[in-house]
């Protein structure tokens, strides 16, 4: 088992839970671990429309940060919005949503304030 060949099987079983997931409930294939003969995946099930873990603590630690979760900030011919917090991650512990690709991004603190910080008016 290599690297490839785990990213192609996770691959195929979004696929399959996409087409025949469980009702009312969301099925994400998360990270892998492999050796030579087997692959073991985490699963993350939960209600359809239920907040992750990072879209819950953006709640809190934009609040503690001083951050605005709903501002929308130009850059780099990109808009972005706080998209989530990782709270293990130190360096770069804020998830930033391309609005226009819908690709993540992290960022750190300081980019986070410069970016998001709420206006002192």
Same mark, same amino acid.
Do not use: C
């Given at each position: 088992?290599?690297?490839?060949?785990?990213?192609?099987? =996770? &691959?195929?079983?979004? *696929?399959?839970?996409? #087409?025949?997931?469980?009702?009312? /409930?969301?099925?994400?294939? !998360?990270?892998?671990?492999?050796?030579?003969?087997?692959?073991?995946?985490?699963?993350?099930? =939960? &209600?359809?429309?239920? *907040?992750?873990?990072? #879209?819950?603590?953006?709640?809190? /630690?934009?609040?503690?940060? !001083?951050?605005?979760?709903?501002?929308?900030?130009?850059?780099?011919?990109?808009?972005?919005?706080?998209?989530?917090?990782?709270?293990?991650?130190?360096?770069?512990?804020?998830?930033?949503?391309?609005?226009?690709?819908?690709?993540?991004?992290?960022?750190?603190?300081?980019?986070?304030?410069?970016?998001?910080?709420?206006?002192?008016?």
């Amino acid at each position: 088992m290599d690297r490839s060949t785990a990213k192609l099987m =996770r &691959e195929k079983l979004n *696929a399959i839970f996409a #087409e025949h997931g469980i009702d009312g /409930y969301q099925i994400e294939i !998360g990270n892998a671990t492999f050796d030579t003969a087997r692959v073991t995946f985490k699963v993350e099930v =939960r &209600e359809n429309g239920a *907040a992750s873990v990072e #879209e819950r603590d953006l709640q809190r /630690y934009a609040d503690f940060y !001083g951050l605005d979760p709903n501002k929308i900030v130009a850059q780099q011919g990109k808009q972005f919005t706080l998209h989530g917090y990782k709270s293990r991650a130190r360096k770069n512990p804020w998830i930033v949503l391309d609005m226009l690709s819908q690709k993540q991004y992290v960022i750190g603190d300081d980019t986070a304030k410069r970016w998001f910080g709420k206006d002192a008016s």
